[in-house]
């Protein structure tokens, strides 16, 4: 079985300090893993994926993630908030079990970003 | 252009009626999931198919149902059972990882509000 944590329910930062969004799975297959936002009222928005390819990958709007199979993780960054940023971050994992493609998604994060 | 689609966007129901939300996808894809989300909150499953004529609950199936009749189509009936159905509901589809797919495919969502 998978699962997916995000270890920060509320993330508050500066405008213009470094975002850290932290996502931690567990799985039993190679996984795909992915983040997500979502504005207020808004639909989900793919911010980036990783699929067995480079194990850093870039996003929209200045977002990075770099998967780190030793420590299971898929923390997601950015070197300077906006005040656009604001809003709710989901990681996802997708992988397989016995009858194929499984989502599982974390908790949420909620980001905060002060002027 | 493939891509999912729900209906209706915003939904009102009065208590004890049953009503049935939409979700259609035209990507070919194997694999499609129900979620709920509340104000605050995040995504709760719901339902879950990973092949026409079979689903599986996920963690608050109670006072919901599905039908998997045709690959492409997943609706989603809140019956009267369901005691605090007003919330976002989200369908999401994604394709089969051992041909290639591997992209989670979003619907814009419906709001459903009892009155």
Request: glycine share 8%.
């Amino acid at each position: 079985a998978q699962s997916v944590t995000q270890l920060d329910s509320h993330v508050s930062v500066s405008e213009g300090t470094p975002v850290l969004l932290r996502c931690n799975y567990s799985s039993s297959y190679s996984p795909s893993l992915f983040w997500y936002v979502q504005h207020p009222n808004k639909g989900l928005q793919l911010l980036l994926k990783y699929t067995s390819a480079a194990t850093l990958v870039k996003g929209i709007n200045g977002f990075e993630a770099e998967f780190k199979k030793s420590e299971t993780s898929f923390h997601l960054t950015k070197p300077s908030a906006h005040m656009s940023d604001a809003a709710e971050y989901f990681c996802v994992v997708s992988d397989l079990d016995n009858a194929g493609n499984m989502l599982t998604f974390g908790g949420g994060t909620r980001l905060m970003v002060k002027p | 252009d493939g891509g999912i689609t729900q209906s209706p966007k915003y939904l009102f129901r009065k208590e004890g009626q049953n009503v049935t939300l939409s979700c259609e996808q035209n990507l070919n894809h194997d694999a499609m999931y129900w979620y709920r989300q509340d104000p605050g909150q995040g995504l709760r499953l719901i339902y879950y198919s990973q092949i026409v004529n079979d689903f599986q609950k996920g963690d608050i199936a109670e006072g919901y149902s599905v039908s998997r009749e045709k690959k492409e189509s997943f609706p989603l009936t809140v019956t009267s059972a369901q005691k605090n159905p007003t919330a976002f509901y989200l369908c999401a589809s994604i394709g089969d990882r051992n041909r290639g797919g591997n992209t989670i495919y979003f619907g814009e969502g419906s709001w459903l509000t009892v009155v």
